[in-house]
């Protein structure tokens, strides 16, 4: 008799345990689907980030623009997009504004993206359906020195 006793004992904690990891599943779902979300966030950030650097590097470089593979007056969208080829990312996504610093000339380039978590396709999800990934970059352009 103790025996069948010990063994409905351990049949109750068996069931109970499981009742409380039904309980917290959707919990820890949740949490994993978050990480996952804010991971692939942080990965599109910096991939705007590099290609706002990439466009801002090729228009601050007077030498690029005669001698690098991207040419003519969009080059700078083009060294963008080069440097974003896992996002898809539009040449209209990559706007400049030229300026003035004193007497050098400056640019500032504006990298957009609309970053689409997985999460917000739970209907008591707390994110908004995009989240717009901007990065500006302002830049002077470098003086062209003579060789000689």
């Known amino acids: 008799m103790i025996r069948s006793a ?3 004992d351990q049949g109750t904690r068996r069931g109970a345990a499981t009742v409380e990891f039904a309980i917290l599943l959707p919990l820890l779902v949740f949490l ?5 979300d804010f991971a692939r966030l942080f990965y599109h950030y910096v991939t ?3 290609a706002a650097r990439n466009a801002a590097l090729w228009l601050s470089d007077p030498l690029a623009k005669t001698e690098s593979q991207w040419t003519g007056v969009d ?12 996002l898809p990312l539009q040449a209209s996504d990559v706007t400049k504004t030229d300026g003035m ?3 050098t000339p400056t640019h500032t380039v504006t990298v957009t993206y609309a970053f689409k978590p997985f999460i917000t396709k739970f209907p008591w999800s707390p994110l908004p359906d995009t989240i717009n990934l901007t990065r500006t970059i302002q830049v002077r352009e470098l003086s062209r020195i003579p060789a000689g």
């Open 6 to 8: 010990r063994f409905r």
């Open 75 to 86: 080059g700078y969208k083009a060294a963008a997009l080069a440097d974003a080829t896992n």
């Open 48 to 50: 705007v980030s590099n």
């Open 101 to 103: 610093a004193g007497t």
């Open 32 to 36: 994993f689907m978050i990480s996952v």
